[in-house]
């Protein structure tokens, strides 16, 4: 028994190809949508945090603590089991306090008004 192949062999069509393209990019955009509006709230937050500091409402070690607390309220911290948090927390607060590098960042940061002088 012979099977007819109803499609041509060889490469797809140049209109395919576009439209293959055209779908991978929605598919892609559809799949970043949730990660981007993570990011823009991220960066809200920080924003919120920087603003508060830079108007002396919060000193920079409070800064500190708040940009922890939004880390440890991501959606991929808060999904997971409680140990792990727990976890994640502790390595957090061991880096800011012992980690040479961030520690530079966090004497970089601007001092708000109620700090100088200490």
Do not use: F
Request: proline content about 7%; charged content about 25%; hydrophobic content about 45%.
């Amino acid at each position: 028994m012979v099977t007819k192949i109803s499609a041509p062999l060889g490469p797809p069509e140049p209109a395919s190809v576009e439209g293959a393209a055209a779908a991978e990019v929605d598919k892609a955009e559809a799949l970043n949508g949730p990660a981007r509006a993570a990011e823009s709230a991220a960066a809200d937050a920080v924003s919120r945090i920087a603003e508060d500091m830079a108007s002396g409402r919060i000193t920079r070690e409070e800064a500190v603590e708040r940009i922890v607390g939004e880390a440890l309220e991501s959606d991929l911290v808060r999904a997971a089991p409680a140990e792990v948090r727990a976890e994640i927390a502790a390595a957090l607060e061991s880096l800011v306090a012992t980690d040479p590098y961030l520690q530079s960042l966090v004497r970089g940061l601007a001092s708000a008004p109620s700090d100088q002088g200490s």
